[in-house]
């Protein structure tokens, strides 16, 4: 089991996309709010964890403390922590992720962060 706690307010990518024209054609971009969330959190991943990506099937438990009463979509948030935490070298792909265990969406206008907990997962064709 591992354990991070993330800190500033988590960010969708699929809120308020922009589009670019690159070559000819129309490029799809996350919002510059989850640029600007991924961009800080990245480092702090890679700096907790200090070894090989996982490569078995994990749980994740994730909760999203956000600092304002804004509706967001919670599969949003996990989708965005599941791309943090395969680019960060936590997981090898994010398609390792088969369980989202208690997740879940809170708010905390005082310390947004996300308090995660990464855990193997045993399933039916896991090796024993």
């Known amino acids: ?3 991070l706690v993330i800190h500033g307010n988590p ?3 699929k809120t308020s996309n922009r589009l670019f ?3 000819g054609r129309t490029v799809v971009a ?7 969330w991924f961009r800080r959190a990245l ?4 700096a ?5 990506p996982l490569t078995e099937p994990v749980s994740v438990k994730a909760l999203f403390f956000r600092a304002d009463g804004r509706r967001v979509d919670l599969v949003n948030l ?7 935490l395969e680019r960060g070298g936590v997981v090898k792909n994010d398609q390792l992720i088969r369980a989202w265990d208690r997740s879940r969406l809170l708010r905390d206008p005082n310390d947004p962060r996300i308090e995660l907990v990464v855990s193997p997962l045993l399933t039916e064709d896991s090796p024993r």
């Open 1 to 3: 089991m591992w354990q």
């Open 48 to 52: 907790a964890w200090r070894r090989a």
């Open 21 to 23: 024209r690159v070559r």
């Open 11 to 13: 960010a969708t990518k």
């Open 30 to 36: 996350p919002s510059a709010v989850h640029d600007n």
């Open 78 to 84: 996990m989708q965005a922590l599941a791309d943090l």
């Open 43 to 46: 480092p702090e991943v890679k």
